[in-house]
């Protein structure tokens, strides 16, 4: 694991091994990921992470090694929740107490588009826009309540992110990056009623500063085909993997989406791209290659999906059902 050595933080649990291991390992089956048990010590892998945490004879040592600052930053958060919820408590040998949010970016609101009748797409420039363009596709966009002045999430005492409440809740939606190149990145988000970024975006927030964290949510999968399913939600997710695919999918790469033509942009003429008004209907009629199938909409739909996908005995492991909405 030296890959992940280039950043470690080092943290102690009193008097708990057992009960540390017993959180460490239903977290692990939450999260469906990785978790590997030599005598005495457990290993979970997440993010290109490792959390390891070492019995001792009166306590349990928590060593967190990452390849980048911020993702030490982003575990040393889920750590101290996964102890916490078992009643634990970390003393961690470093906390940067007071810090913005691990993966916080502060950007400026370079420009706003009208990109289709149905999408607007919003610039962000900011020195840190790069990270954002590499190996995941999504992010969460920060916008503080209307009228309110900013308050962002920030490191407390614990190594926890304390994140604004009340008044100064965030709004936290996530958006996919649609491009990126040196210091400004693009994403698009979809005109509807009662959308606390659309009226945000149309309030004239050119040149004002916003806050992304991230980045997070994945990356193409990779394998033998990719089949992908969603509504205009999920359309630029979807345009995002089909550019992806050629470097990363060895066989057949198809899209079925529920999307006004008007906004399909270059996708109307991609022939891998059908538009359908049914997608659960889609689905059921697909002749699916083995491969990844990937699913994003409304909440019920993806459930749905993810059953029916299942029950034909599709691996859970090649199966994404993401509910965008709700």
């Known amino acids: 694991m030296s890959h992940l050595a280039s950043h470690r933080r080092h943290g102690v649990i009193p008097r708990a091994s057992g009960a540390a291991a017993a959180a460490l390992k239903a977290r692990a089956s939450a999260w469906e990921a990785p978790l590997t048990e030599t005598p005495g010590v457990l290993s ?35 750590a101290t ?6 009643g634990l408590e970390v003393a961690w040998d470093r906390v940067d107490k ?8 502060v950007m400026r609101v370079a420009s706003i588009i009208r990109r289709s009748p149905g999408f607007l797409r919003i610039r962000l420039q900011g020195p840190d826009a790069a990270r954002f ?12 309540q209307p009228g309110r002045v900013a308050v962002w999430p920030r490191v407390a005492a614990s190594g926890r992110t304390r994140w604004p409440e009340g008044a100064d809740a965030l709004h936290r939606p996530v958006y996919t990056v ?17 959308s606390p970024t659309c009226d945000w975006a149309m309030s ?10 991230g980045p997070g949510g994945g990356w193409c999968p990779e394998g033998p085909a990719l089949s992908l399913f969603g509504d205009q939600t999920a359309l630029p997710a979807i345009a995002r993997m089909l550019d992806l695919a050629p470097h990363l999918v060895s066989g057949p790469v198809r899209a ?3 999307a006004a033509p008007e906004d399909l942009g270059a996708l109307a003429d991609d022939p891998r791209v059908t538009r359908t008004e049914d997608l659960l209907g889609a689905l059921a009629g697909a002749d699916l290659p083995a491969g990844h199938v990937w699913f994003a909409g409304r909440a019920p739909e993806a459930r749905a999906a993810r059953q029916h996908l299942l ?3 599709w691996p859970r492991r090649e199966v994404t059902a993401a509910a965008y909405w709700d």
């Open 256 to 258: 079925w989406v529920r």
């Open 178 to 194: 649609a491009a990126q190149q040196g210091d400004w990145l693009e994403f698009d988000i979809f005109r509807h009623a009662g």
């Open 311 to 313: 029950d034909r005995g």
């Open 44 to 78: 979970l892998f997440v993010w290109g992470c490792e959390m390891r945490l070492t019995a001792e004879t009166d306590s349990a040592r928590i060593e967190l090694l990452a390849p980048e600052a911020r993702l030490i930053g982003t575990l040393q958060d889920s």
């Open 98 to 105: 007071g810090a913005l949010a691990p993966g916080l970016s």
């Open 81 to 86: 929740e996964i102890f916490a919820e078992a």
């Open 204 to 213: 004239g927030v050119e040149g004002s500063q916003v806050a992304i964290i």
């Open 133 to 144: 363009g590499e190996t995941s596709l999504h992010f969460r966009l920060l916008l503080p």
